[in-house]
């Protein structure tokens, strides 16, 4: 099995800056999510980072988990 490689993207939310260290995948579909709304990752980074109770990578990981969940629904 291959290790996974996190890649880290930096964003400015609330005139702070941070980093966020997430897979590949979730920063496709970050990416994916994004544009689906006409919006920026930046702004969908900063909504999620407003509405999380937890670290800002797993409530960005669980919110792209349950977009697919509801995708699958469709």
Do not use: C, N
Not at 11 to 17: E, K, L, W, Y
Not at 37 to 51: C, F, H, K, Y
């Amino acid at each position: 099995m291959r290790r996974q490689t996190l890649v880290k993207r930096s964003f400015t939310i609330q005139g702070h800056r941070t980093s966020v260290a997430l897979e590949p995948e979730f920063w496709a579909a970050l990416d994916a999510a994004a544009a689906a709304r006409g919006s920026t990752p930046t702004a969908l980074v900063t909504q999620i980072d407003e509405a999380r109770d937890r670290p800002l990578a797993s409530a960005l990981r669980v919110f792209l988990l349950r977009e697919a969940q509801e995708a699958g629904r469709r």
